[in-house]
């Protein structure tokens, strides 16, 4: 079992995780980017801002899935797998190009590997607002509403696209009800 928690910043990703973890003890945590060795410099790399051109973001972004799936996702097929992020938020952020290249360069580095099971946190505009004014932004949340918006539904769309299995959740609904919806999901 691969299961995925998708949102974009702010949705309530690490709080569902970490209820998670308390449920699900035998299963593996990990996230995108950052779950190996390599994935920790990538991940410096590409929220520091250090890469000028948006190609060469999605690229280290890239890098660090295709080493996550071949030492993360594929090592541990058989177990239940539960993933902060995936290639849903690599496809959905790199809006720089179409959605269907996009795509089809994620297949090739997670080597076809899907997620058997994706959880979309979805926020409203001003929800959203609401929580972005309580953090401090790294360089990809600092591109404002309007575009983490936008990247919100574009995951929505690659989800459908790719006809993956999904639960999409209202975010602004209390901790403990979201909890109980993923685990509904998760024991379907
Ligand atoms: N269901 C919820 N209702 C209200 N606030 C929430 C909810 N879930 C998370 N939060 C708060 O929203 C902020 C972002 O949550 P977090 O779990 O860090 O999101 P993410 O990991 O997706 O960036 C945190 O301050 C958290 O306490
Ligand atoms: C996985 C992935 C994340 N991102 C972005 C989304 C987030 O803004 C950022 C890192 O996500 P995340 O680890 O969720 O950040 P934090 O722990 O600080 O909340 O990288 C991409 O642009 N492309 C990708 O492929």
Redesign the pocket.
């Known amino acids: 079992m691969y299961v995925v928690i998708e949102g974009?910043?702010?949705a309530g990703?690490?709080t569902q995780l970490e209820i998670l973890a308390k449920k699900y003890k035998e299963a593996i945590f990990t996230?995108?980017?950052?779950g190996t060795q390599i994935g920790i410099k990538l991940?410096q790399m590409?929220?520091e801002g250090e890469a000028k051109s948006k190609l060469a973001?999605?690229f280290l972004?890239?890098a660090?899935?295709a080493e996550h799936i071949y030492e993360v996702i594929l090592a541990n097929k058989d177990k239940m797998v539960i993933s902060?992020?995936?290639?849903i938020?690599?496809?959905?952020?790199?809006k720089n190009l179409s959605l269907q290249t996009v795509i089809d360069l994620n297949l090739i580095a997670t080597n076809n590997t899907l997620p058997t099971h994706v959880i979309l946190l979805k926020l409203s505009k001003e929800e959203l607002q609401n929580r972005l004014s309580k953090k401090e932004h790294?360089?990809?949340?600092a591109r404002g509403i309007d575009y983490l918006l936008e990247?919100q539904n574009r995951m929505e769309e690659t989800i459908k696209k790719l006809n993956l299995n999904y639960r999409f959740i209202d975010a602004s609904l209390s901790i403990e009800d979201i909890s109980k919806d993923i685990e509904d999901f998760l024991n379907e």
């Open positions: 974009i910043d702010t990703k690490s996230k995108e980017p950052g991940r590409a929220l973001e999605m972004f890239l660090d899935r902060d992020r995936s290639m938020s690599g496809i959905a952020y790199a790294d360089s990809i949340e990247i």
